[in-house]
């Protein structure tokens, strides 16, 4: 009887976090302060390559992709999380249950997939910078772009599909977030189908993800190793090696997040923790990487950062050399407008300025 209410109930219990007493509000605020973060140097990314005429370019345009999704896979776990922690509410309906972990396994995906379309990128632009214009055209761009999100929507979608056919018997994720291994244990049937295809994928998502950045990359480093330039290296180095360091990262820390799960003696919190990393480590080193490694997002960044400081101190001196012009020679009627200079204010200042005699020094001599 109770088997049967729990597989028409859609809400669900997550394993909430043994937190101590009092420490919930520096987890929440720590928290917060990660989730701003993250979202303020991610979002600074997009809108650089949006607004940016000199990053309109094929790579930056693939590149577009990872902030993106970085993004959307920290958006959502996080703030639910959070929210969790703060109310000590530990309940999700099964559909959205089933949407976090659908955005989550997208998010996994979408990083491997996006990381072997940047690494054909530089492939082409190192070894075949003549031709690069020619091959990068938008349209191929565009159908990259399309194929990374549609082979790792197609692999997911693919994946979760196959519960729909198992019965559900529980009603407690055993996480503190939703994923598929998770939504798996709530089911009473026979799931060796599931985690086969659940294998099946990782394998591919990993095969061709891996396999295409290794070609790439020793295709650059045979290149660069046959040329004598020292700028030809320098640019592969440059090029190449955030998006190597963004690799090593997700697969370091997705590693230490399996090996959490096999060994029985890690206590449960830390295998909970080690499954967070995944998506909080990627999205906050990922858009750092990318600014301190590719020198033309940071020269950008940098400019775009001392225009504005410029017209800000620009602005401030002019405004302060106003009011002290304003007081110097005063106005009818100026002073009570509460230190603002109006149009026709600066227009008689102009006009007193350009029309007075030039002053001399006493003693000076006029030159013939």
Known sequence: MENQSAEFSFELTLD???????????????????????????????????????????????????????????????????????????????????????????????????????SFDRYVAICMPLRYSSIMTPRLVVFIISLVWSCDFILILSLFSLQTRLPRCRSVITNVYCDNPSLLKLTCGNTTVNNIIGLFNTAVMQAASVSIQALSYIKILIMCVGRRKCNAKTKAVNTCVAQLVILVIFEVVGTFTILSHRFKNVSMDLQKIMGMLIFLVPPVLNPIVYGLYTNEIRNTLLRVLKNRSSFWIVERFVLIQGKTQVYKNPLHGYEGQGGRMTSRHRGLLNTRSTNSPVQRCPGSRQMD
């Open 16 to 118: 909430p976090f043994v937190i101590p007493p009092g420490g919930k509000y520096p987890i929440f605020i720590f928290g917060i302060l990660i989730y701003l973060f993250s979202v303020f140097c991610n979002l600074t990314l997009v809108l650089l390559i949006i607004l940016k005429k000199n990053l309109h370019k094929p790579m930056y345009f693939i590149l577009l992709s990872l902030p993106l999704n970085d993004f959307i896979g920290m958006t959502a776990m996080l703030p639910r999380l959070l929210s969790d922690i703060l109310t000590e509410t530990h309940k999700i309906y099964y559909p959205l249950c089933v949407l976090q972990a659908f955005v989550l396994h997208m998010y996994g995906g979408g990083i491997l997939f996006i990381l072997a379309a940047m």
